[in-house]
């Protein structure tokens, strides 16, 4: 089966007992047992509910894994990654990160004695010089929140399981989604994503996923969560699932509408710098090709004249909205130095590559047409 019809059919027979086509919501927390300790493969919700298990064998089959764990949040996903890690540890991590997965590695984890390493996985060698002999996990972020950048997943990955520790490489793909990117099939042992985000597709729920076919890390995974809850809700899961079943033809148009949104930016006067994979001019376009079936929606764009220029321009937009979070049918823009990144200095910022124009745009798939007008009468 191709992706979409696994989209759509993975995991979702029609319902056994009733004959529902559509992956009923078992919004409940406990299953009859038919003898003390026999049941039908489902006994008490934080450990198994029929409605996640749907949604994880959709997902594991779209990520072409063997197991699927899903989880709260995106985050409740990176604390399950963590749970496989010993106090004394080293772990390396991409500069370019998500900044609630730098604060939680940085900030949470470092407080248990797990010591990391960020370096600019951009550059493959940059992995290999950080690797320890006490090196378990290796996390990268491709393409990058917010700045676009990549990673080479099959380089790192081979340069982290030929190193004497042998890490684990964990891809947080939630930029791409299943349908632009497939990490295990490069090398990489786990994908994490926030659900949250193009999976379910309509910013209506929470949620996180880790994708893996070593039947050693997903006990690990399904250990954490059962042994610490941060299990998504029944409703959640069914939610979930609902949006997955159209994700690929939402990337298809997610894709053509930030091509169509890069290429009218990059030529903008206005405009200093785009970021976007599938421009010819992104320094990593070849790896893009490379490594990735589309390109995705997301877009980041720098304003020249700085905080001013960026504030005006956003307060002029129509048809994007201004707002946090990525992947859903609506634009959405948000200003990375007084929104995400602001609890950080400018010198921070810098260091992050956060110019004070600096914009990310979750392109959605309105009309095509409608976008390109509004971001021109914004900058006009
Ligand atoms: C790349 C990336 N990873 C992880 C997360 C965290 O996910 P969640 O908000 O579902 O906890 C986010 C959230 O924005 C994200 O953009």
Not at 105 to 115: L, N, P
Request: aromatic share 6%; net charge negative.
């Amino acid at each position: 089966m191709r992706f979409q019809t696994k989209a759509i059919h993975a995991g979702q027979e029609p319902d056994e007992k009733t004959g529902a086509v559509i992956t009923p919501l078992y919004q409940n927390v406990t299953h009859v047992m038919d003898e003390p300790g026999i049941h039908r493969g489902f006994d008490y919700v934080r450990t198994v509910n029929p409605t996640r298990t749907a949604l994880e064998k959709c997902l594991a089959s779209l990520e072409g894994a063997d197991y699927c764990t899903c989880f709260a949040s995106g985050m409740a996903a990176a604390a399950a990654v963590t749970s496989v890690l010993k106090p004394g540890d080293h772990a390396v991590a991409s500069h370019h990160i998500y900044a609630g997965t730098h604060r939680f590695f940085s900030k949470i984890i470092a407080a248990y004695g797990i010591i990391f390493t960020f370096v600019e996985t951009e550059d493959p060698t940059n992995v290999r010089a950080a690797l320890r002999d006490n090196t378990r996990l290796v996390w990268i972020e491709t393409p990058s929140n917010p700045l676009g950048t990549l990673s080479d997943i099959r380089a790192i990955s081979e340069i982290s399981h030929a190193s004497p520790s042998r890490p684990f490489v964990v891809v947080d793909s939630t930029m791409a989604s299943p349908a632009c990117q497939q990490p295990l099939a490069l090398g990489a042992d786990v994908v994490h994503h926030s659900t949250t985000k193009y999976i379910s597709g309509h910013l209506d729920v929470l949620g996180g996923a880790l994708l893996t076919s070593r039947e050693d890390l997903r006990e690990k995974f399904h250990y954490f969560q059962n042994a610490t809850g941060p299990t998504p809700s029944p409703f959640d899961n069914w939610l979930t699932l609902r949006g997955v079943r159209t994700l690929g033809i939402r990337m298809r148009a997610h894709e053509q509408n930030a091509q169509a949104v890069a290429e009218f930016l990059n030529q903008h006067p206005r405009i200093e710098f785009v970021s976007y994979p599938g421009l010819p001019g992104h320094p990593q376009h070849e790896l893009a090709k490379r490594q990735m079936t589309g390109f995705s929606g997301m877009v980041a764009a720098t304003i020249s004249g700085g905080v001013p220029a960026a504030k005006e321009f956003l307060s002029k937009l129509k048809v994007f909205t201004l707002a946090e979070s990525l992947g859903g049918l609506e634009s959405l823009i948000s200003h990375s130095a007084t929104m995400t990144h602001a609890p950080l200095s400018p010198e921070e910022r810098g260091e992050q590559g956060i110019t004070d124009g600096l914009m990310r745009l979750s392109v959605g798939i309105e009309d095509e047409e409608d976008l390109i007008e509004d971001l021109r009468q914004a900058l006009a």
